[in-house]
C-alpha cells in the first residue's frame, strides 16, 4: 500500500446532476478524499427507462471512472443502484457503493414503528429495490412504495418551494400519510432538494432518510477496510464531467451541490462507448 | 419515377413519444402513406440538452431513417427543428419538414393583432427559432416567448387536468396573459397533449397553434411536388421504432398517439451510432 495509492480518487456516477447532493455529502464526511463526479446529463433523466437500457449505461459510465484509477466507486443514483449494482460488483474489484443498501440501514435504525415508506423514480420502485432489502433484513417491516416522476424535473427547473412543487407533493404523499409510516427514504438523488416541501407534506412526524449520508459513511468503512483511506491533511481535489453542458447548468448544479462548482469538463458520448 | 417511389415511406422521429402527436395529424391527412416513426426515448428529452448534442443526436436519427428508404423525413421535434433542421436540409436531398416553419407560417395566418406567443422547451426557446422566422417573415409581428420545461414530464405523466397541471400552466402562462396574444404556438409537439390546460389557462380568446397539423398540410406539398405522393386506395402501414421501451411506454405512447399502438421495435443504440 503506497502512499500514491491512497490519494486515488473515488469516483461518483448519476445519471446527470442528482449525485451532486451526494457528493455533498462525501466532501462533509471526507473532505481530504479527492473526488471525480461523471454525470450523463447527455441521456438524463435514467429513471423512466428500462431496466437493460440503464444497466448498459451504468456499465459505461463505470468504465469512464476507472479510467481515472479511482479506488472506488459510488452509485450515486438511485435508479442504477436498483438494477445494476451486482452488474457492477461483478465486473470490478474495487469497492462499488450503490444507494440501495446505506438507504435501507439507515432506514432500519431510524424506524421505530416498523413502517417505512419510499419515494423514487418509477424504474426505481418498480424494481421493488428498497422492499427487497428492508425485508431481507427484518420480515415484520411494512413497506409502502410510490413512485414521483415529477419530483426530478422539478427539482432540475429549482421549483423547491413552488406551489405546484406542494400540489404534486400531495397528490403523491397521499397514500403514504394514510400508513402512518414514521420513516421516509429519499430513494433518488434529486430528491434532497425538495426535502422541505416533502417534509412539510409528508408531516413533521416523519423522519426522512438522505441515502446520500449514509452512503457517505459506508465509502469510509469500504476505503478503511481496504486500508486506502487519503490521511492527506490538505483539501481533497473535486473534478466535474459530464456528456453535456446544457442551459443553465451551472446554476442548477449549484443548487444540488450547495457550493460552487468551478471547471466542468465535457466527455465525448462516443468516448464512452468505445 | 415508379410505382415502388411513391409507395416509400415517410420517415418521422423525435427524441420520444411528442412526435406521435404528428404521426396522428400525418395519418389523417395522408392516410394512404407509409409511416415509419423513430423515437429516441433511450437519451428523451431533447429539450434541456445543448445545441451540440441535440445536433449530433438528430443526425442519428435521420440516419436511421434513411436506412429504411423513406421519401421524407418529419422533424417531430421542435428543439431538433430549432438547431438541426439547416445541417439536415445540407446532408441530404430528400426533403426534410421541420416543426418551425409550417408552425410559423400557420401562426402568421391565423393572427390578427400581430402578437403571437411561442411557448416551448429552454432550448427551442433559448434558440429563438420561431422568433427570428415570424420577424423574418414580418418584421411589425411582436413576439414573446416562454420556456416551459415542465409540461413535457406533466404530459409524459398523463396528467392532462390535473390541478398541478393548471397552477404550472398559471405560472409559466401569466407573463404572455399580459401581453394581449392572439395567437399561440405550441412550440413542443408533447403540448398538444396538454391543450385544454392551454387553452383555459391563455383564455379562450387566443388560438392554440399545433404546428403538427401545419407540417402534415407541408409534408403532402413536399411529396407532391417530387411527385412522390402515394396513389393507393389502402391504409398506409405504420411502424414504430424506439432505442427504449420504459415502463408505462404502451399506455403514454397511445395517449399520444390517440390509437392504439400495435408492435413497437427496439432498436440498440450503438446500431444508430454506427
Redesign the interface.
Known amino acids: 500500500m503506497n502512499f500514491i495509492d491512497r490519494e486515488r480518487p473515488i469516483g461518483i456516477f448519476d445519471s446527470g446532476i442528482g449525485g451532486l447532493t451526494v457528493v455533498k455529502r462525501l466532501a462533509a464526511t471526507l473532505p481530504n478524499e479527492n473526488l471525480i463526479y461523471f454525470g450523463d446529463?447527455?441521456?438524463?433523466p435514467y429513471g423512466?427507462?428500462?431496466n437493460s437500457?440503464v444497466i448498459?449505461y451504468a456499465l459505461q459510465d463505470a468504465k469512464f471512472l476507472t479510467t481515472k484509477n479511482v479506488k472506488a466507486i459510488v452509485v450515486a443514483c438511485n435508479t442504477a443502484s436498483s438494477v445494476a449494482i451486482s452488474v457492477l460488483k461483478d465486473k470490478y474489484e474495487i469497492p462499488i457503493i450503490g444507494m440501495i443498501e446505506p438507504g435501507t440501514e439507515f432506514a432500519l435504525k431510524t424506524t421505530r414503528n416498523k413502517k417505512i415508506g419510499i419515494i423514487g423514480t418509477?424504474?426505481t420502485t418498480?424494481n421493488k429495490a428498497y422492499s427487497k432489502a428492508l425485508k431481507k433484513a427484518d420480515k415484520n417491516i411494512n413497506v409502502f412504495e410510490k413512485a414521483c416522476?415529477?419530483f426530478?424535473?422539478?427539482a432540475?427547473?429549482g421549483?423547491t418551494k413552488?406551489?405546484?412543487t406542494y400540489?404534486?407533493a400531495e397528490?403523491y404523499l397521499a397514500e403514504l400519510r394514510e400508513q402512518n409510516i414514521d420513516t421516509l427514504i429519499l430513494g433518488c438523488t434529486h430528491y434532497p432538494i425538495l426535502a422541505e416541501v416533502i417534509q412539510e407534506v409528508i408531516g413533521k412526524n416523519v423522519k426522512l432518510i438522505d441515502s446520500g449520508i449514509a452512503a457517505a459513511e459506508l465509502v469510509r468503512t469500504e476505503i478503511e477496510r481496504i486500508g486506502l483511506l487519503n490521511n492527506s491533511n490538505s483539501l481533497g481535489n473535486r473534478e466535474f464531467y459530464v456528456?453535456?453542458?446544457?442551459?443553465?447548468f451551472k446554476e442548477i448544479a449549484e443548487l444540488f451541490l450547495s457550493s460552487p462548482v468551478k471547471e466542468v469538463r465535457k466527455v465525448e458520448?462516443?468516448d464512452i462507448?468505445r
Open positions: 446529463t447527455a441521456r438524463v423512466s427507462k428500462s437500457t448498459e418509477r424504474t418498480d416522476p415529477l426530478v424535473p422539478l432540475e427547473e421549483w413552488h406551489k405546484a400540489k404534486i397528490e456528456t453535456d453542458i446544457p442551459k443553465k458520448l462516443e462507448l
